[in-house]
């Protein structure tokens, strides 16, 4: 909506709650009271956003219509307010330092009623209107100004709406049979008006922690490039709506992402990453520590210019953690989302979601078993910790402004639930307080902090002996041990390398391809691991997960950033995300042994090495 | 240390060397004289960047293909903005980044990997990537080697794609002329330029100025946005040219939005830039403008819709300038005149006769002031590091030549110092300072006077004044500029019955707006500047248009499509009657 800056292009997070009141149903008085409290609640911080949000509400739903066309019947503001520090430094010398101070309002306005509305609908025409129902706002969290780009937002948001409304109408008049799925669940109104957190950057000097904490890489003149990251993020959420929700709510991300990037002698594109999420930026280790870490990502990524390639394999594959908890992350949170996919009027649109592997394999499954026996997986926003691990997807009230839920979706094997947003499905119609998306793009159903554990693990002896016994039967000198997955999102040197990247790996992710960063083969006869390079899983759907050789009782917490952006949340490619831009999230999962794993070695052509060698770092 | 003592030998005698080439190259046919200046100790970038340099072209001039040039360059911009919006702040901040483009030729300056491929569009943007800020010059090298590595990994690529299509594609006219220009070296090392900004002020100054806009009910969003740009350029080339300069400059951009009833979007824009702090406007004149800003908006939105016409139109100074610069100038810049794509309205017409015999135009962006006033268009040496030129485009209406990056044509082989781009983009040719002149001029109430008997002798109700026209170097923030795109926002109807002027809206140029060039049948005297930034194919660019007012004999105009997004349906929420009790 508003001229965007050349500057503070750095995407925003979305935060859920941390702490919430919630108003009981029936209790209207309460509803009110709470509807008022943001006008007493602005003096003491001097933010003035929930009134302007309220008032502008208050005039919308009176007042706002044309005569002879439907009101709204649901309008929803949605606002972002980010504090920002990102810092790249490169071999311990400064790239780029930007605070970014900024904030996004999103409007939604619905017509029609809650079986069906103007949502879940993709269309080629729509709406053209001169500012749109998003953008850009003030930063001065005064009153006037906000109240100004309400009023636009809202009134272009329902312009919209009513085209859009008019063109399903048109669509489903031209079904045999229009879905009889609600579009839109009610939901218990929640205020929750949090203090606004204020940035403690603490007196570190972070641009200066970066230089020395990637310094240290200064040891490897062999590693080409090398960026690390330092994100130091603060974000205050405001919800307001029409049913009467009302929140606020602050929350801070501190993380390092380091990529680091060579070529083999044969000319193979190497690379690792690092990355490390805490809540606050004061609980970011020392750079002498985080130098140490990155140091030994260095020298695994020299092992791995040294290390053999890997020959084309098919058989049983140990995943330890975080490897397990990385390729959950990958093939789970596709099939866990009960909301029906939007009707479109392009085809292509449900070809890209299911190239993409957007596709559901568990909708219409509830019931039927489709994980190993002894196994449950839950997704429990409301957790915060994991065996005094901390979990950065926990959330109290979701960003649709619903109370979270810990969902039990497979109970020993079987399917048993979904996540649910508002947007009801086949299975599902109310929210479970799922309801999850980054920069105020659409609520998704996601995954918060997902555990996978089961009833029958096994120690790390015995699973260990399962793993060998395996191989022996099948007859192998060596099996696949796979220690960590690779993420393009944070090894990547560059936005290029990412595209490219993605782009590669797109075409075979319905087909269950999947990139391992660091894999080992363990031989039989003596026990010894040997890195490998250049491996790919290659059809291992989530179906194969249906029969594992043995699940661990080692679990252990992998944090990482859902991506949200292009439409990838919710897909497998969801799981490639950064703490620029993505969402927050936690797998816990223990050692995953399963069999007939297929890993095709490097077939392609290997670029040739740089004719000029490189310059000495020192 | 000792590496470090060693480059700065080596530096001292490739600066002796390259202020030589300076002094050979001034004697050479049609360059102009910049002296080349040698400070002590060149900037560590640079220092950086000629290490890579020498060490690349002694490698890969042998690799398979060989390189037969590489140049670098470093665009270090130090960025100061503040941005608000109906009485806000939007943003507060400073950047600095350093974006290094490098360049690996391979084939020959008649072919190499970058000749387009039939009717195929070429990639606008460039590949780069960020370098260190600090100085080191190591990490300043390994990012320099690797981009290298990249880009001749990518040139090698083209040039078998290149190649091939040579042996099965016909080949047109301008298809044969040289891929690239071979160039005399220049060096000129000047002391980077910083800016020291102090954002305090300015953001009380964007939250009073959009506040100021918020008064009118009819504005319903303002942006103000106050930026300071120090810039400093780095380049160095295996033909020996050696460049370091910078420019400092501090821009302050005014724009409102509103809406007719009818659902037309009104826009209304206004710039000031300055070079010095000490010259920035002062309240007084920008709250002054502000109030013009909005009583011309508030008059559009009531303002009726134009009928369509043909007849005499006067276009203001700096209407006209914007007119020249889009219509005229766009099409005087080379690289037009090689696609095949582009109308090449000019591209047989050298020597002919294209504007009526009492018009020239140059563009000169070694000047950095007209008549006392600035030029945003000024520089010493383009993108490409070739230095400045003037550049006589049109003589007495005839043609001369066009606007040259080191893109050559078959008959023009060298560049006017012309290639331009904003850094992320491929230099093509543009405008920099464009200044039209006349022979025939008359005071500006003469020419109103002469506006009202064309009027009259052609026996029309009325006639056009177009006071401000919208092109793709107005407002450079918002959306894809439309480079070519002629609209008309300020156009009265002149009677010739004494009656006072009206205001319309909606006026759209029908047909080739160059047309209307043709039929200029006088000017005014005083010349206008109209100082911006030009968004097109190498992205956006700082530029001058200079023109007196015109006299058209004919223009044809038509009623513009409007909007179907009709006005908001609520009252703002500042001038609601029914709820003033929400106001603080």
């Given at each position: 909506?508003?001229?965007?800056?050349?500057?503070g292009?750095?995407?925003?997070?979305?935060?859920?709650?941390?702490?919430v009141?919630?108003?009981?149903?029936?209790d209207?008085?309460?509803?009110?009271?709470?509807?008022?409290?943001?006008?007493?609640?602005?003096?003491?911080?001097?933010?003035?956003t929930?009134?302007?949000?309220?008032?502008?509400m208050?005039?919308?739903?009176?007042r706002?219509?044309?005569?002879?066309?439907?009101?709204?019947?649901?309008?929803e503001?949605?606002?972002?307010?980010?504090?920002?520090?990102?810092?790249?430094?490169?071999?311990?010398?400064?790239?780029?330092?930007?605070p970014?101070?900024?904030?996004?309002?999103?409007?939604?306005?619905?017509?029609?009623?809650?079986?069906?509305?103007?949502?879940?609908?993709?269309?080629?025409?729509?709406?053209?209107?001169?500012l749109?129902?998003?953008?850009?706002?003030?930063i001065?969290?005064?009153y006037?100004?906000?109240?100004?780009?309400?009023?636009?937002?809202?009134?272009q948001?329902?312009?919209?709406?009513?085209?859009q409304?008019?063109?399903k109408?048109a669509?489903?008049?031209?079904?045999?049979k229009?879905?009889?799925?609600?579009?839109?669940?009610?939901?218990?109104p929640?205020?929750?008006?949090?203090?606004?957190?204020?940035p403690?950057?603490?007196?570190?000097?972070?641009?200066?922690?970066?230089?020395?904490?990637?310094?240290?890489?200064?040891n490897?003149?062999?590693?080409?490039?090398?960026?690390?990251?330092?994100?130091?993020?603060?974000?205050?959420?405001?919800?307001?709506?029409?049913?009467?929700?009302?929140?606020?709510?602050?929350r801070?991300?501190?993380?390092?992402?380091?990529?680091?990037?060579?070529?083999?002698?044969?000319?193979?594109s190497l690379?690792?990453?690092?990355s490390?999420?805490?809540e606050?930026?004061?609980d970011?280790?020392?750079?002498?520590?985080?130098?140490?870490?990155?140091?030994q990502?260095?020298?695994?990524?020299?092992?791995?210019?040294?290390?053999?390639?890997?020959?084309?394999?098919?058989?049983?594959?140990?995943?330890?953690?975080?490897?397990?908890?990385?390729?959950?992350s990958?093939?789970?949170?596709p099939?866990l989302?009960?909301?029906?996919?939007?009707l479109?009027?392009?085809?292509?649109f449900?070809?890209?979601?299911?190239?993409m592997?957007?596709?559901?394999?568990w909708?219409?499954?509830?019931?039927?078993?489709?994980?190993?026996?002894?196994?449950?997986?839950?997704?429990?926003?409301k957790?915060?910790?994991?065996?005094?691990?901390p979990?950065l997807?926990?959330?109290?009230?979701?960003?649709e402004?619903?109370?979270?839920?810990r969902?039990?979706?497979v109970?020993?094997g079987?399917?048993?639930?979904?996540?649910?947003?508002?947007?009801?499905?086949?299975d599902?119609?109310?929210?479970?307080?799922?309801?999850?998306?980054?920069l105020?793009?659409?609520?998704?159903?996601?995954?918060?902090n997902?555990?996978?554990?089961?009833?029958?693990?096994?120690?790390?002896?015995?699973?260990?002996?399962?793993?060998?016994?395996a191989?022996?039967?099948?007859?192998?000198?060596w099996?696949?041990?796979?220690?960590r997955?690779d993420?393009p999102?944070?090894?990547s040197?560059?936005?290029?390398?990412f595209?490219?990247?993605?782009?590669?790996?797109?075409?075979?992710?319905?087909?269950?391809e999947?990139a391992?960063?660091?894999v080992?083969?363990?031989?039989?006869?003596?026990?010894?691991?040997?890195?490998?390079?250049?491996g790919?899983?290659?059809?291992?759907?989530?179906?194969?997960?249906?029969?594992?050789?043995?699940?661990g009782?080692?679990?252990?917490?992998y944090?990482?950033?859902?991506?949200?952006?292009?439409?990838?949340?919710g897909?497998?490619?969801?799981a490639?995300?950064?703490?620029?831009?993505?969402?927050?999230?936690?797998?816990?999962?223990?050692?995953?042994?399963l069999?007939?794993?297929?890993?095709r070695g490097?077939?392609?052509?290997?670029?040739?090495?740089?004719?000029?060698?490189?310059?000495?770092?020192? | 240390?000792?590496?470090?003592?060693?480059?700065?030998?080596i530096?001292?005698?490739?600066?002796?060397?390259?202020?030589?080439?300076?002094c050979?190259?001034?004697?050479g046919?049609?360059?102009s004289?910049?002296?080349?200046?040698?400070?002590a100790?060149?900037?560590?970038?640079?220092?950086?960047?000629?290490?890579?340099?020498?060490?690349?072209?002694?490698?890969?001039?042998k690799g398979?293909?060989?390189?037969?040039?590489?140049s670098?360059?470093?665009?270090?911009?130090?960025e100061?903005e503040?941005?608000?919006?109906?009485?806000?702040l939007?943003?507060?901040g400073d950047?600095?980044g350093?974006?290094?483009e490098?360049?690996?030729?391979?084939?020959?300056?008649?072919l190499d990997?970058?000749?387009k491929?039939?009717?195929?569009?070429?990639?606008?943007?460039?590949?780069?990537?960020?370098?260190?800020?600090?100085?080191?010059?190591?990490?300043?090298?390994?990012?320099?080697?690797?981009?290298?590595?990249?880009?001749?990994r990518a040139?090698?690529?083209?040039?078998?794609?290149?190649?091939?299509?040579?042996?099965?594609?016909?080949?047109t006219?301008?298809?044969?002329?040289?891929?690239?220009?071979?160039?005399?070296?220049?060096?000129?090392?000047s002391a980077?330029?910083?800016?020291?900004?102090?954002?305090?002020?300015?953001?009380?100054?964007?939250?009073?100025?959009?506040?100021?806009?918020?008064?009118?009910?009819?504005?319903?969003?303002?942006?103000v946005?106050?930026?300071?740009?120090?810039?400093?350029?780095y380049?160095?080339?295996?033909?020996?040219t050696?460049l370091?300069?910078?420019?400092?400059?501090?821009?302050?951009e005014?724009?409102?939005?509103?809406?007719?009833?009818?659902?037309?979007?009104?826009?209304?824009?206004?710039?000031f830039?300055?070079?010095?702090?000490?010259?920035?406007?002062?309240?007084?004149?920008?709250?002054?403008?502000?109030?013009?800003?909005?009583?011309?908006?508030?008059?559009?939105?009531?303002?009726?819709?134009?009928?369509?016409?043909?007849?005499?139109?006067?276009?203001?100074g700096r209407?006209?300038?914007?007119?020249f610069?889009?219509?005229?100038?766009?099409r005087?810049?080379g690289?037009?005149?090689?696609?095949?794509?582009?109308?090449?309205?000019?591209t047989?017409?050298?020597?002919?006769?294209?504007?009526?015999?009492f018009?020239?135009?140059?563009?000169?962006?070694?000047?950095?002031?007209?008549?006392g006033?600035?030029?945003?268009?000024?520089?010493?040496?383009?993108?490409?590091?070739?230095?400045?030129?003037?550049?006589?485009?049109?003589?007495?209406g005839?043609?001369?030549t066009?606007?040259?990056?080191?893109?050559?044509?078959?008959?023009?082989?060298?560049?006017?110092?012309?290639?331009?781009?904003?850094?992320?983009?491929?230099?093509?040719?543009?405008?920099?300072?464009?200044?039209?002149?006349?022979?025939?001029s008359?005071?500006?109430?003469?020419?109103?006077?002469?506006?009202?008997?064309?009027?009259?002798?052609?026996?029309?109700?009325?006639?056009?004044?177009?006071?401000?026209?919208a092109?793709?170097?107005?407002?450079?923030?918002?959306?894809?500029?439309?480079?070519?795109?002629?609209l008309?926002?300020?156009?009265?109807k002149?009677?010739?019955?004494?009656?006072?002027?009206?205001?319309?809206?909606g006026?759209?140029?029908?047909g080739?707006?160059?047309?209307?060039l043709?039929?200029?049948?006088?000017?005014?005297?005083?010349?206008?500047?109209?100082?911006?930034?030009?968004?097109?194919?190498?992205?956006?660019?700082?530029?001058?248009?200079?023109?007196?007012?015109i006299?058209?004999?004919?223009?044809?105009?038509?009623?513009?499509?409007?909007?179907?997004?009709?006005?908001?349906?609520?009252?703002?929420?500042?001038h609601?009657?029914e709820?003033?009790g929400?106001?603080?």
């Amino acid at each position: 909506m508003k001229k965007f800056t050349t500057m503070g292009l750095l995407a925003a997070l979305s935060f859920p709650a941390t702490a919430v009141a919630a108003g009981r149903p029936n209790d209207m008085s309460k509803l009110d009271r709470a509807v008022s409290r943001p006008q007493q609640n602005s003096a003491p911080d001097n933010d003035q956003t929930l009134r302007a949000l309220h008032d502008e509400m208050q005039r919308s739903r009176a007042r706002l219509s044309i005569p002879g066309v439907e009101k709204p019947f649901f309008i929803e503001y949605r606002l972002v307010d980010l504090d920002v520090r990102a810092i790249t430094a490169s071999f311990g010398a400064l790239l780029s330092s930007s605070p970014t101070r900024v904030r996004y309002m999103n409007v939604d306005v619905r017509v029609g009623e809650y079986h069906l509305d103007s949502s879940n609908f993709v269309s080629e025409d729509g709406f053209q209107g001169f500012l749109g129902p998003s953008g850009q706002v003030g930063i001065d969290r005064d009153y006037n100004s906000l109240r100004q780009d309400l009023w636009l937002a809202t009134d272009q948001a329902f312009k919209s709406a009513l085209t859009q409304k008019s063109l399903k109408d048109a669509f489903l008049g031209s079904l045999t049979k229009p879905p009889e799925i609600d579009d839109f669940s009610q939901t218990v109104p929640v205020v929750a008006v949090d203090p606004r957190l204020e940035p403690d950057w603490t007196s570190r000097k972070w641009e200066d922690e970066a230089r020395t904490a990637s310094a240290v890489l200064r040891n490897f003149p062999q590693i080409y490039g090398t960026r690390v990251n330092y994100y130091l993020i603060y974000v205050t959420s405001y919800l307001v709506t029409s049913e009467g929700t009302t929140m606020r709510t602050s929350r801070s991300l501190a993380a390092i992402e380091a990529a680091l990037d060579t070529q083999a002698d044969d000319g193979m594109s190497l690379h690792n990453f690092l990355s490390l999420y805490v809540e606050k930026p004061a609980d970011l280790p020392d750079p002498s520590i985080v130098s140490k870490s990155i140091a030994q990502a260095g020298t695994e990524l020299m092992q791995l210019r040294a290390a053999p390639l890997v020959p084309d394999y098919t058989g049983p594959v140990l995943f330890d953690p975080p490897a397990s908890g990385a390729i959950l992350s990958q093939m789970l949170p596709p099939s866990l989302s009960g909301a029906r996919p939007p009707l479109s009027m392009l085809p292509a649109f449900d070809q890209i979601m299911e190239r993409m592997g957007g596709r559901s394999e568990w909708s219409g499954r509830i019931g039927t078993r489709v994980l190993p026996p002894g196994v449950t997986v839950v997704d429990d926003p409301k957790a915060t910790e994991f065996q005094g691990q901390p979990l950065l997807g926990s959330y109290a009230v979701d960003d649709e402004g619903v109370t979270a839920q810990r969902v039990e979706l497979v109970q020993n094997g079987v399917l048993k639930n979904l996540l649910m947003s508002r947007r009801p499905g086949p299975d599902f119609l109310n929210s479970n307080g799922h309801a999850r998306s980054a920069l105020l793009s659409d609520t998704k159903p996601l995954n918060s902090n997902l555990s996978f554990q089961s009833s029958d693990a096994l120690g790390t002896a015995d699973l260990r002996k399962k793993f060998r016994d395996a191989c022996r039967e099948d007859g192998h000198e060596w099996c696949i041990e796979i220690k960590r997955m690779d993420n393009p999102a944070l090894s990547s040197i560059n936005q290029q390398d990412f595209s490219d990247y993605i782009g590669a790996l797109a075409g075979g992710i319905a087909s269950g391809e999947h990139a391992p960063l660091l894999v080992y083969r363990v031989y039989m006869a003596d026990g010894r691991e040997e890195l490998v390079r250049g491996g790919r899983i290659d059809g291992l759907t989530l179906r194969s997960l249906r029969n594992m050789l043995g699940v661990g009782n080692d679990a252990s917490v992998y944090s990482y950033m859902q991506n949200a952006g292009g439409g990838f949340a919710g897909t497998a490619l969801g799981a490639f995300g950064s703490a620029q831009g993505g969402i927050p999230s936690t797998v816990i999962a223990p050692s995953l042994l399963l069999a007939d794993v297929e890993i095709r070695g490097f077939h392609g052509e290997p670029r040739r090495v740089p004719l000029v060698p490189a310059p000495p770092l020192r | 240390m000792k590496r470090k003592l060693r480059s700065q030998n080596i530096l001292i005698a490739i600066g002796a060397l390259a202020a030589g080439c300076a002094c050979l190259a001034a004697d050479g046919p049609g360059r102009s004289t910049i002296p080349a200046t040698v400070p002590a100790a060149a900037p560590a970038v640079l220092t950086a960047m000629q290490d890579e340099l020498d060490r690349s072209m002694a490698a890969l001039s042998k690799g398979d293909p060989p390189v037969y040039f590489i140049s670098y360059t470093v665009a270090d911009r130090e960025e100061s903005e503040v941005s608000g919006s109906n009485g806000a702040l939007l943003t507060s901040g400073d950047n600095r980044g350093r974006w290094l483009e490098v360049q690996t030729r391979v084939g020959s300056y008649q072919l190499d990997d970058t000749h387009k491929l039939g009717d195929r569009r070429p990639s606008w943007t460039s590949p780069g990537t960020n370098v260190a800020l600090d100085n080191d010059i190591p990490i300043l090298r390994r990012e320099i080697w690797r981009e290298t590595d990249r880009q001749y990994r990518a040139a090698s690529e083209a040039l078998i794609k290149v190649k091939t299509s040579q042996q099965v594609q016909v080949q047109t006219a301008e298809g044969n002329a040289p891929d690239f220009s071979r160039e005399a070296p220049h060096a000129s090392i000047s002391a980077p330029v910083e800016i020291h900004v102090d954002r305090k002020p300015w953001e009380e100054c964007v939250r009073k100025y959009t506040a100021a806009f918020s008064k009118s009910p009819a504005v319903l969003n303002s942006i103000v946005t106050f930026t300071a740009l120090g810039s400093n350029q780095y380049h160095v080339n295996t033909e020996g040219t050696k460049l370091a300069f910078g420019q400092v400059h501090y821009r302050l951009e005014l724009y409102v939005q509103s809406k007719a009833p009818d659902g037309m979007d009104i826009n209304r824009y206004a710039n000031f830039d300055w070079l010095t702090p000490k010259d920035a406007p002062d309240d007084k004149t920008v709250l002054d403008r502000i109030q013009t800003m909005i009583q011309e908006t508030e008059a559009l939105d009531k303002a009726p819709l134009v009928d369509p016409y043909a007849g005499p139109a006067l276009l203001t100074g700096r209407a006209a300038a914007v007119f020249f610069h889009e219509v005229f100038g766009h099409r005087a810049e080379g690289f037009r005149q090689k696609d095949i794509n582009e109308g090449q309205t000019f591209t047989s017409k050298i020597g002919e006769q294209i504007l009526p015999d009492f018009i020239s135009i140059k563009d000169d962006p070694t000047e950095a002031q007209f008549r006392g006033q600035m030029l945003l268009g000024n520089y010493a040496f383009d993108d490409e590091g070739a230095p400045a030129q003037n550049v006589s485009l049109v003589e007495s209406g005839v043609l001369k030549t066009f606007l040259m990056s080191r893109s050559p044509l078959t008959d023009i082989p060298h560049s006017n110092g012309h290639g331009r781009r904003q850094p992320g983009f491929v230099p093509v040719a543009r405008q920099g300072n464009l200044i039209v002149s006349s022979t025939r001029s008359v005071t500006n109430d003469q020419l109103r006077a002469k506006l009202i008997e064309l009027i009259k002798a052609q026996g029309r109700p009325f006639g056009l004044l177009i006071d401000d026209i919208a092109g793709g170097f107005t407002f450079t923030g918002r959306g894809q500029p439309q480079a070519f795109q002629v609209l008309p926002l300020v156009v009265y109807k002149v009677f010739p019955d004494g009656r006072p002027d009206q205001l319309v809206r909606g006026v759209d140029i029908v047909g080739t707006p160059l047309v209307s060039l043709t039929k200029i049948v006088a000017t005014g005297d005083t010349p206008d500047i109209f100082n911006g930034y030009c968004g097109a194919e190498s992205g956006s660019v700082p530029v001058s248009a200079v023109a007196p007012a015109i006299l058209i004999s004919e223009m044809e105009v038509q009623k513009k499509e409007t909007s179907t997004d009709k006005p908001p349906i609520l009252p703002p929420p500042a001038h609601d009657p029914e709820s003033k009790g929400n106001q603080p």
